[in-house]
């Protein structure tokens, strides 16, 4: 049996998926989306030379020691002073306020003294300290933002301030989830002999939601042809751009998912990657819609879900696959087989620094291991095992 390498693998995934389309989509909705297209600020920030201190505005040639300036008014945040200073004349402004026309500097009032309407001062002054020239910050018509950003909060708050309050982001697939397998119960049934309760599309729905317009969860059908084509029918009635199936994909007499999805009109792109776990995955499309039928052991279906999906969509929204993580071993690693592993692992923090300690346990049903994971290990084909301190390549369970 030839099994697919994963490399080529996920190369045929990202050959099917759509290039990425806008939507657009308000501000205060915007968390968490790529941007499908350049922010560009729409007007100067500062808009205005602005005070960056409350103090006084005036001519920095005007200091000289023992020599007051008269004070003719006052510019404030959000009500500027509309008159002009002359020499010898200065005005009380306040952080944020434009600096009036005629002034070129702004002295902090810790160093003026008044006295009635008059003010001096106990430090020179320097033109153009303490004032935030108009654009200084950004400029009308530059980019703040690029395509392909994910708009967390720093880049909302950005983008607010350009004054964006609609912005174009990548469509979301929507995707639909399904769970095969006669034994397989919902979580709160009651647990009959020989069942085990369905666990995967718990694990799916929050791992792929953060890129996804809609996780539907179709719950369980059992390994019986009508009731499973019957259920495909309903699926692929309904607006979907992906569909996920967990079980049913290996060799087994129930495992008649395969032969149900291209009895439905799937085209099978693969079936059966060099990996573990997760070698039973198997990828193809039904029209627009791409189908992914993933192992229904517990590991296997995140691993593959992580390994395969996740490049899928976040080719989907446009967001550039992020490098692999290099970190050093906190423990040695056991020789591995011909298979590429994706080794369930956690990121530990060290004085050394961040380190990645290898979970011992590798049977692709021991859902318990996936407890204490946040990354994967990359273990390479016949690798033969590393010794504490090697620095290997993972991927991050979270990261986006
Ligand atoms: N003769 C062979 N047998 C198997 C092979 C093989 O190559 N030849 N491959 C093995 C590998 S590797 C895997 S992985 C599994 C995958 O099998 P299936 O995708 O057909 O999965 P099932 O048989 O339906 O289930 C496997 C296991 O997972 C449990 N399961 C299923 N769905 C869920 C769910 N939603 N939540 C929690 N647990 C689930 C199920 O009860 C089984 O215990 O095949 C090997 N066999
Ligand atoms: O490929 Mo399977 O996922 O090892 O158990």
Avoid: C
Avoid at 214 to 237: N, Q, Y
């Amino acid at each position: 049996m030839s099994l697919l390498p994963v490399d080529d693998a996920i190369a045929a995934i990202l050959q099917r998926v759509p290039a990425p389309t806008a939507e657009r989509v308000p501000l205060s909705q915007a968390g968490g989306r790529v941007l499908a297209e350049p922010l560009i600020a729409a007007h100067d920030q500062p808009p205005f030379h602005a005070s960056a201190m409350d103090g006084y505005a005036l001519r920095a040639a005007d200091v000289v020691e023992g020599h007051r300036l008269s004070l003719i008014g006052t510019s404030q945040a959000g009500a500027g002073f509309s008159g002009r200073v002359a020499p010898g004349e200065a005005v009380r402004i306040f952080t944020g306020a434009p600096v009036p026309e005629g002034a070129d500097t702004v002295i902090m009032q810790e160093e003026a003294l008044v006295d009635g309407s008059h003010v001096s001062f106990t430090a020179p002054a320097r033109p153009g300290h303490s004032v935030r020239p108009r654009g200084n910050d950004f400029a009308r018509g530059q980019q703040l933002i690029a395509p392909g950003t994910r708009m967390g909060a720093m880049q909302l708050s950005v983008a607010a301030a350009a004054n964006s309050a609609i912005l174009n982001v990548a469509r979301r697939p929507r995707i639909a989830l399904l769970a095969t397998g006669d034994e397989l119960v919902l979580p709160g049934d009651p647990l009959g002999p020989d069942q085990i309760v369905a666990s995967n599309s718990y694990g799916l729905a929050p791992l792929l939601s953060p890129y996804a317009q809609s996780v539907d969860d179709h719950g369980i059908v059992g390994d019986e042809r009508a009731k499973l084509r019957s259920k495909l029918a309903d699926i692929f009635a309904g607006d979907l751009d992906i569909l996920i199936t967990t079980g049913g994909a290996s060799v087994g007499d129930h495992d008649i998912v395969q032969e149900l999805l291209l009895e439905m009109g799937v085209t099978l792109d693969f079936w059966r990657i060099n990996m573990r776990p997760g070698k039973p995955l198997m990828f193809g499309t039904r029209g627009k819609t791409l189908v992914f039928g993933l192992p229904g052991n517990p590991v296997s279906a995140m691993v593959t879900a992580i390994v395969f999906i996740k490049p899928a969509l976040r080719r989907w929204l446009g967001y550039a696959e992020p490098p692999t993580w290099r970190l050093p071993l906190a423990a040695a690693t056991p020789p591995n087989t011909a298979r590429r592993h994706f080794m369930r692992a956690r990121l530990v923090h060290t004085p050394n620094g961040p380190q990645l300690e290898p979970i011992a346990q590798t049977d692709s049903g021991h859902t318990s291991s996936l407890g204490g994971a946040n990354m994967l290990i990359i273990q390479p084909e016949g690798d033969p095992g590393q010794p504490a301190g090697t620095t290997i390549e993972a991927l991050s369970i979270d990261a986006f």
